[in-house]
């Protein structure tokens, strides 16, 4: 890439320190903002609590153990129903892909249920399992199974043909071409899927705590409920956190699961 | 004993959702035989058939009428003895070297055999790397390697070095053609450049028009172990000047 050249400025690649320092920017920036706004007489410190009431609003809300317990129990409850989300979609959504005749059969259900927002859901899956835990799990399944597995049967049929009729032309056998052509193939996309479902899967555990006694959601909820919006936006920023950090550990391991990518 | 491969009055078309009216199909009663052993050269103008031929000859396409014929049988699918280096790169980029050449390796007592191939190919010492680490030419090597070694009795090769550069294709035309020979493969060589298929092959053929027909077979004299001879001779030269001509009279201009 061509560098010191004025016209060139938009495609230029940026030092890490000068990404780390531009990315920081962006966030001091939106904390003045924030500040700023709270000191505006009509912004209600119920709507924009400023720093000093939200970090009162900490000190005397929930202690430290209850916010690790709500962490702990949201993060068993992702990381719960995602799992299961990947045990079904990934042979579904392979063979759909795959399979000219599976992917007629459950193409009309699976696209329905893909357009099915997750909240409508809801209360069916409260009446069948209540507020334990099955539900949230069951919600965040839900949630990510439908289009996980069209994401994964969309990857597979991208596969370029050319590599499958390689595998045809040295004589291996359908099962072969899948396990070693066609996942290979399509591995890139199917990360790129789980990752992106992932975070999906994170917004379908707050819709699923809000009824229940545990859980970030479900404290972020209460905390509106007894009008803590510096709480709110502490369970905000929690989670905010957590969808960034399991971005990044997504990120830094792709060079592990794919080292063949550029 | 009869030819490895024919093509008996075969017919094809591409079925269009737009059909062209008054439009030739791409073959039709194409006829072709290949002897074992022998490398074909295919010279054409873009577009006029070569790669439906391979790939009919390979199996991946059925022809509309009339049949191919492998060893005397009829061929109705693709298979390991009847190998396709396609145009492009197809070298599994997540397997290294050794592993993409072992992907069609049944029997691994013929291993030794497969290394004896990539000592001819120039790949003895890159069994390691990926093909990422490797130039296209050497890419092109792994991909025939491959192929032999999943047992392709003959081999189709579609343009395979229209991509490299005039510095490397000599020495690359004679690598590829030495590990086919030391290999004991028939070939089908695809080129649309004249002077490859003159300094690879042992017979060529020059394909044109629509349908496709053959517009000139002649079988060529090789001095194999004197490449710089064969083409510093006039005698070389004088016949690569007359084919030259007599080709351009043969292709219309540019019409396809």
Partial sequence: MPTGNQNNWIWEPLSPGQRTRLGLLSIVILIALWILLTWVPSVPPLFLPGPARVYAQLRQGPPLARWIADLGASNLRVLLGFAIAILISLPTGIAIGAVPRVNAFFSPVVEMMRYVPVPALLPLCILWFGVAEAQKVLVILLGTVFQLTVAIALAVQNVPKGFIETGLTLGLTRWKILIKIVFPAAAANIYDAVRVSFGWAWSYLVVAEIVGSSGIGYSLMASQRYLQTGLVFGGIAELAALGWLSDWTFRRLRGTFLPWVQ | ?256
């Fill in chain 2, 1 to 256: 004993m009869g030819p490895i491969v024919e093509m008996e009055n075969t017919s094809f078309s591409f079925r269009t959702r737009i059909p062209s009216f008054g439009e030739q199909p791409l073959l039709r009663d194409f006829s072709m035989k290949m002897v074992s052993g022998e490398i074909v050269a295919m010279v054409g103008p873009s577009g006029c058939g070569k790669s439906t031929i391979a790939r009919l000859i390979a199996g991946l396409l059925i022809p509309d009428s009339g049949r191919v014929i492998f060893k005397g049988q009829s061929v109705s699918g693709p298979s390991r003895e009847r190998g396709l280096i396609a145009q492009g790169d197809w070298c599994l980029p997540w397997f290294t070297v050794r592993n993409n050449v072992q992907l069609g390796l049944s029997d691994p007592s013929h291993w030794g055999k497969a290394k004896q191939l990539l000592e001819v190919a120039g790949l003895k010492d890159s069994l390691e790397r990926y093909p990422s680490e490797l130039s296209f030419g050497g890419r092109q090597r792994v991909c025939l390697v491959r192929a032999l070694v999943a047992g392709a009795d003959v081999l189709m090769l579609d343009e395979p070095l229209s991509a490299v550069d005039a510095v490397r294709k000599t020495s690359l035309e004679q690598t590829i053609r030495a590990t086919l020979k030391a290999a004991g493969a028939s070939a089908l060589w695809i080129t649309h450049d004249l002077d490859e298929a003159l300094l690879v092959s042992d017979r060529l053929l020059v394909v044109g028009g629509r349908p496709l027909t053959i517009l000139h077979d002649e079988g060529l004299e090789r001095r194999p172990d004197d490449i710089q001879g064969m083409i510093g001779s006039s005698a070389f030269q004088m016949h690569r000047i007359e084919l030259h001509r007599r080709v351009a009279e043969l292709w219309p201009a540019d019409r396809l």
